[in-house]
């Protein structure tokens, strides 16, 4: 099955600067990579998401890059603000037939944004 | 609220009691996936439906996990003669399978359903 790592499980950026999150897989089957936002008590929201026919995506200040020959991808955050303190989960897994996906998931960086 | 949504929100049971926990999809999503989150960890895959079929079943889901979809819209969740190890947030994620907006494969999320087991 699938394995995902991500690093690392905290990050601690000063405002304005960027944020860095890097996972790795194991399942070369997996060719969806969403990340997900998780606040303290809320549920997981997605953020942004790549499939594997391409090599990066970008929304405003998210982005996020994949590298499907070493099998890892990673988030990118530029010009972070406080509400981005969150939880960031990257996930992987394959796009089922007929759509859907079903996704590992990874252990998750806590990001804290400071004044 | 149209978003997904999970009953009971908490729930506190006594090792070897019954629980059952329920999971209202975004309405025409035929996609339902169940997840178990504990403190620190990522969601870990449960199981999963298309509409009514249960059409895969993680390892960890052991046979005192059961889940249904009878009509292809709410789900539940049951476990049987609980046991402390089963304490974990439960989540319910939906999504489409039809084409819609931009983010074709996304899995809404439900609030959860946190679990203790005394």
């Known amino acids: 099955g699938e394995n995902v790592e991500q690093h690392p499980s905290t990050l601690s950026v000063q405002e304005g600067d960027s944020a860095v999150i890097k996972c790795t897989y194991s399942d070369s089957a997996s060719n969806y990579f969403p990340w997900y936002k998780q606040e303290l008590g809320k549920r997981p929201q997605l953020i942004i998401d790549i499939r594997s026919n391409v090599g990066e995506k970008k929304d405003q200040r998210i982005a996020v890059t994949l590298n499907k020959t070493a099998k890892h991808f990673s988030l990118h955050i530029t010009e972070t603000q406080p509400e981005d303190s969150a939880v960031y989960f990257c996930a992987a897994g394959p796009i089922l037939t007929g759509g859907g996906n079903k996704l590992t998931f990874g252990t998750g960086t806590q990001l804290k944004v400071e004044l | 609220d149209t978003g997904v949504s999970q009953d009971p929100r908490h729930k506190i049971t006594k090792r070897g009691q019954n629980v059952t926990f329920r999971c209202d999809p975004i309405s025409e999503h035929n996609r339902l996936y169940w997840y178990r989150q504990t403190l620190g960890q990522g969601p870990e895959f449960l199981t999963y439906f298309q509409n009514e079929a249960q059409l895969e079943k993680s390892r960890l889901l052991s046979d005192r996990f059961s889940a249904e979809r009878p009509k292809g819209s709410f789900s539940t969740l049951e476990i049987q003669r609980t046991e402390q190890g089963d304490s974990a947030m439960y989540l319910c994620?939906?999504?489409?399978?039809?084409?819609?907006?931009?983010?074709?494969?996304?899995?809404?999320f439900g609030p959860g359903t946190r679990l203790t087991v005394l």
């Open positions: 994620a939906s999504s489409s399978t039809r084409t819609s907006g931009r983010l074709y494969n996304e899995q809404f």
